[in-house]
């Protein structure tokens, strides 16, 4: 059996002829930019999420930047954030000439460590971005309560996390904003690049509006630099047609960790993912530790199954920041999990058959 860590296509004949109908309407209709299916999805994710806006742009990391743009984050500002994470939350604070400043993870959670926050802040600190991570919500009440007394910006990293509730409600409309992700392999993916930005703040909504589009309220008269940055047509049409599914689809998810921690559960040197009572985990992946990390994995793709590590080198140790100064021991949590993380096959459509035989091959590993 050949196990894939991801398969698109499952979907996609799932729902192949709303799709393929869709962006045939999309081709005659001709408007490819900002038309009525972009306006549309805003007013549906922003209602999914339980925030007032939502501003389609051209990526995750574009959702990011413009974020801390619209926030007036620049030029010699701090902000706290994780080194474990996907590069591109990091990437948004030097892109806006900030300074990233991280915080060790919690064990548990694999999220920002909320006790450590506060030594970090100093009188440039301007903004958190808690990153909800493999789809699991960071502790956001504590954040809440620090950005208040410190005066600062609450940026959720929602990109791996479309649906997930803290405390009975959704990520992304919890801080100042929250970015989300549509690239493909993500919980809600479109078929190319997208990503969106939810807020409940008017002023942040039209500024984010312009900024994605050239810095411009009308046509050809512009306020200030702006970018063009926008989700498209044909991408706004394919995720107002799968954000139907998005619970359904998370429930799978859920069902398919649930098998996971029912077989896996009583091996020696398996860690599992563990969830909070106050959050939902909407599985983006299904991430365990081992300390035979690297020969699990290499058991497992030998057997034909796929994994993947998330990630394998943190931030603070990635060449590309090798200016920030720090080494390796600065963050211990983080670097021992980058040495035992491994992620499992996990996506809707595997199937119960999949599950069975991934544990059958860890256990006979162990
Ligand atoms: C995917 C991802 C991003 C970036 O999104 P893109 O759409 O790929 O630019 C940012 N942060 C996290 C945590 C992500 O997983």
């Given at each position: 059996m050949k196990v894939p860590f991801v398969d698109l296509k499952r979907q996609y004949i799932s729902i192949k002829d709303e799709i393929d109908t869709g962006i045939n309407n999309v081709l005659e209709n001709t408007q490819f930019i900002l038309g009525e299916n972009v306006a549309a999805f805003e007013e549906e994710f922003a209602h999914y999420c339980g925030a007032k806006y939502a501003i389609g742009v051209a990526s995750g990391s574009d959702a990011l930047t413009l974020s801390l743009k619209a926030l007036g984050i620049g030029e010699g500002d701090e902000v706290i954030t994780v080194?474990?994470?996907?590069i591109a939350t990091v990437d948004a604070i030097s892109r806006n000439n900030a300074k990233p400043v991280f915080v060790d993870i919690d064990p548990e959670t694999y999220n920002i460590d909320v006790t450590k926050i506060t030594e970090k802040i100093t009188e440039k600190t301007k903004a958190i971005i808690p990153v909800h991570l493999y789809g699991q919500p960071t502790d956001m009440d504590p954040i809440l309560k620090i950005a208040e007394e410190y005066n600062l910006k609450v940026i959720e990293d929602a990109c791996q996390s479309h649906g997930a509730e803290y405390k009975n409600k959704r990520v992304g409309s919890l801080g100042d904003v929250g970015c989300f992700s549509f690239?493909?392999?993500?919980?809600?993916?479109?078929y190319g690049d997208g990503g969106i930005i939810v807020t409940n703040k008017f002023e942040m909504a039209e500024k984010i509006k312009m900024l994605r589009n050239y810095g411009q309220r009308v046509k050809y008269y512009h306020d200030f630099i702006g970018f063009n940055s926008r989700l498209d047509e044909v991408q706004a049409m394919i995720l107002r047609k799968k954000l139907k599914y998005m619970d359904k689809w998370n429930g799978m998810r859920k069902s398919h960790a649930s098998e996971y921690e029912e077989l896996?559960?009583?091996?020696?040197?398996v860690t599992l993912p563990s969830e909070q009572n106050d959050r939902t985990h909407v599985y983006h992946l299904y991430v365990i530790q081992s300390p035979k990390r690297d020969a699990l994995q290499k058991w497992l793709s030998s057997n034909g199954i796929a994994t993947g590590i998330h990630y394998p080198v943190p931030i603070h140790l990635q060449q590309a920041y090798r200016?920030?100064?720090?080494?390796?021991?600065?963050f211990p949590v983080t670097e021992e999990y980058a040495k035992n993380i491994l992620s499992l096959p996990m996506f809707p459509e595997l199937t119960t058959d999949e599950v069975n035989y991934v544990c059958q091959r860890v256990k006979e590993f162990i």
């Open positions: 080194p474990n994470t996907f690239y493909p392999g993500k919980n809600l993916g479109a896996l559960n009583d091996l020696p040197d200016e920030l100064g720090y080494q390796e021991g600065d």
